[in-house]
């Protein structure tokens, strides 16, 4: 028992360290806690607030809020991370963070635009219009055209033989994978436009079409999976994220909720003081 309000003493101490004023004695007589702003150190900032975002998402007893900028495809995409730290156990830290992706989701379109396919037997590019949260989904709505030729004897897309374009509707959900969020298709609906989608539909040129976008467009996501960036002090304590998936910022704004934990040892605190030392964060005595 000593052991554990020991444990519990240091942690108050690190997160002190970690998040100055969030042991506020407002907190302390248990009224609402005050998010804690902490950024990368660059000058950007969400144009985003947080109206239509479940404080109960992200409860703790210790919270921050951090706005970062992650480039994806050479696209510099903002979002904001709400995080609450509280006990668990004696031993372990419970993690609940909110993550705003109405950034992503303003770039998405950008981001998700362009070829899916390019290969001498078919190239296939998808332009996407519109994306928007529904619920625990993501509704991404734009169109595919696609083109099918012969290769020729180097390889090379050579007579074209048919090509259509075709509306196209995906529904896409966002899982937790190690310490990120992998988003993956859940389905394609697909409709074809006019007499020459007649003919795509009649030749099963739709089906595969369909086949591409699920295939080519679910590789992409894999591929790129969208991690909530912490504060450096906040990795030392190396957290374990065990549920969460994509959210509706009614109306229609994307965003993810994380429930995690992290080991809070003695073993652990004393890593963590000594990975502080290293960041400047606390100074010991020689």
């Known amino acids: 028992m000593a052991s554990s309000r020991l444990n519990k003493g240091l942690l108050v101490c690190i997160l002190s360290a970690m998040l100055p004023g969030c042991g506020s004695k407002a907190q302390d007589q248990g009224t609402e806690p005050k998010a804690v702003t902490q950024t990368d150190g660059s000058n950007s900032s969400s144009s985003y607030s947080s109206t239509g975002i479940d404080p109960a998402t992200y409860a703790g007893r ?23 730290l509280e006990e668990a156990s004696p031993t372990r830290l419970q993690l ?9 989701q303003e770039k998405a379109p950008q981001i998700l635009t362009g070829p899916l396919e390019e290969s001498c037997k078919r190239q296939i590019y998808l332009e996407v219009r519109d994306v928007t949260a529904i619920d625990d989904t993501i509704k991404i709505e734009g169109s595919a055209r696609a083109q099918f030729t012969r290769c020729n004897r180097h390889e090379e897309p050579g007579f074209r033989y048919f090509g259509a374009t075709v509306d196209a509707v995906a529904v896409a959900k966002a899982e937790v994978k190690g310490q990120c969020l992998a988003f993956s298709i859940e389905g394609v609906d697909l409709n074809p436009r006019g007499f020459i989608g007649a003919v795509s539909n009649l030749f099963g040129l739709t089906n595969r079409i369909n086949e591409a976008v699920i295939e080519k467009g679910g590789e992409f996501l894999a591929a790129h999976p969208v991690c909530p960036p912490l504060p450096a002090e906040f990795t030392l304590l190396d957290p374990i994220y065990e549920s969460g998936g994509t959210r509706e910022i009614a109306p229609g704004g994307v965003g993810a909720a994380i429930v995690g934990s992290s080991d809070v040892s003695a073993e652990t605190i004393i890593e963590v003081l000594g990975g502080l ?4 964060v606390l100074e010991f005595a020689e």
């Open 277 to 280: 030392k290293e960041l400047g």
């Open 62 to 84: 210790f919270q921050i809020k951090l706005t970062k900028e992650v480039p994806l495809r050479e696209i510099p995409v903002p979002f904001t991370v709400y995080g609450g």
């Open 96 to 104: 609940r963070a909110f993550m705003d992706l109405r950034g992503l």
